[in-house]
C-alpha cells in the first residue's frame, strides 16, 4: 500500500497482539498496541487512527463499549471486533453498535487482511452522490435516508431494506454499495421470487458438471459471482423454507458447497436484502425462518411513501421526463401546473415505480408537448394508506387504479401475449409500449 497507515490494536492478548502486528506491518500497516480500555482512550485521543481491531473481552471493560466510544469521538475510524468463534450473537450485536466488521478466533489469516483491505478503503471511498445511482429529493425524510445509507457504506453489517414496492429499495442498495469499500467489486441483484424452487440451489450456489441432468459444464453460482462485493437479495421473502435454510448457513459461515461437489468454497460477501412483504408478521406465522430474518436483518433501513414527500415529486418527475424521453428518443415534454398539482394530490400505493408508469402512459397520450391533467388517467380516489403498513404491490395498485381500466389492460396485454407466443418483446411492440412498461404492468396487474 503507497499510503501510510495507522492502526489500533487492543486486546490483552500478547500472542494475539503479535499476530496482528506481523500481519499488518506486512501490509505497510503501523500499529499502536493497547491492553485495556483506558490506554485505548488515550491513544484514540492522542493520535489519528485509519483502523481499530479491538478484542472483545477486555481487563476494564466490553468492546462494544469501545465501539460506542469510538462512534462517538471518532466515527471516521472502522472498528472491527475479535469475538470467540461461533458466538454470532455478540458479533452482530457489535455490528449494531456500529462496528464495521468482525473476525471470530482462531484468526483466519486470509479473512484478517480481506478485512483490513477493506477497512483501508474506506478513506478513498466515493463521497456519496459521486456515484452513478442518485436517490433524488430534498425533503426531510429523504435527507435523513441518506444520511443512514452513508452511515451503513462504512459498515459491513447486513442490512435488511424495508418498505413498499416502488418506493427505490434496490437503488438504496446500490448506493450502499457504491459508497462503501467494495465499490469496485461487482454488485449482484438477484430478485429470489423470479428463480424456480428446483434451480435454486445452483443458481446461487453453483454446480459442477454432471452434477444433475442438464449440468453440461461447470456453473457458478450469485455467491461467487458476488465474492469481493455485494449479493442483494430482493423480495428475500419469496425465498422457500428448505432454501432458507441453505442460505442461513452460507452467510453464517461466508461459504457454499456448490451441486456436486463435497468442499465448500469460502466466499467473501456483503448481504443487503430487500422485500416489500411485511417480513416480521411472515417470522410470527411461521413463514420465514426467525433465525435467517435475524441474521440478514442487522440493521433496517425503512424507506418511505412516495405520499410521505410529495415536495419530492416535482424533482422526480422532471428526471423521470428526462429518462422516458431519452429512451424513447423523443422530446422532452412539459407538465402543465395543474397536471403536477395533481400528482402532488395522488396518493401512489406504487410509489415511484407508478408514477413512473403515469407518466410514461401520459406521454404516449398527450396532445403536442405538454402533459394535462387528462392525460395523466389518475384514479378519481386513492386509498388511505397508513405509514408503516406495507401492502402486496399487487393488491395496493389494484385498489388504486380504476378495475375497469385494469381488467381492460389485462384483456389486452393477455391477447397480445398470446398471439406473440408470450415473447414479452413482441407482445411489447404490439401494443406499442416499451418492454420495460409491459414487464411493470404484467407485474402490477399480477399476470403470470
Known sequence: MSK??????IDDEPDIIELLEITLSRMGVSCRCAKNLAEARKLLAAESFNLCLSDMRLPDGDGIDFVRHIQKTAPQVPVAMITAHGNMETAIETLKAGAFDFVSKPVDLKVLRNLVKSALKLAERPKPGSGQSILLGNSAVMEKTRQIISKLARSQAPVYISGPSGAGKELAARLIHEQGPRADQPFVPVNCGAIPPELM???FFGHRKGSFTGATSDKEGLFQAASGGTLFLDEVADLPLNMQVKLLRAIQEMAVRPVGMQSEVAVDVRILSATHRPLAKMVEAADFRQDLYYRINVIELPMPWLHQRTEDIPILVEHLLRKISSNWGSPHPRISKSALEALQGYRFPGNVRELENILERAMTLCEGN?????DLHLPESSPDFTDTVIIDNAAGLEQGLDPAL????????IKALEQTRYNKTAAAKLLGISFRALRYRIKKLGIE
Do not use: G, K
Open 4 to 9: 501510510d497507515y495507522l492502526a489500533l490494536i
Open 201 to 203: 440451489e445452483s443458481e
Open 370 to 374: 405538454t402533459i394535462q391533467v387528462t
Open 406 to 413: 385494469n381488467n381492460q389492460e389485462r384483456e389486452a396485454i
